[in-house]
């Protein structure tokens, strides 16, 4: 988290924030853990970043981090399944699907 929070230059408690909100539109959104099926600025939505910080160089401070993996042609977030609440697993496992990792 501190690393996030140099690499965007912003305090701590506001790289919590980001990191939460992220995590919570993952699951609402994108519960397999592949976020890299939107734009970049919707990343950026979720994590409500002020339009003045460019998307692309949002991501890549996510991926600089460790919080965002790049694997092949998609973009998940960093061991979603181990940090996942139960309700994201259960909500996966009745739709007979997995997470985008394996």
């Known amino acids: 988290m501190k690393a996030l929070a140099r690499l965007l230059r912003i305090p701590l408690a506001y790289a919590n924030g980001i990191m939460e909100r992220l995590w919570h539109a993952t699951g609402k959104y994108h519960p397999d ?12 939505d979720y994590c409500a970043i002020s339009t003045e910080i460019d998307p692309d160089e949002f991501v890549k401070a996510l991926v600089a981090a460790g919080f965002l993996d790049r694997a092949e042609d998609i973009l998940l ?26």
């Open 33 to 44: 853990g592949n976020i890299g099926t939107v734009k970049h600025s919707d990343i950026t």
């Open 77 to 102: 977030v960093h061991d979603w399944p181990d940090h996942c609440n139960d309700f994201i697993h259960r909500r996966i496992a009745r739709k007979h699907g997995k997470f985008a990792d394996g």
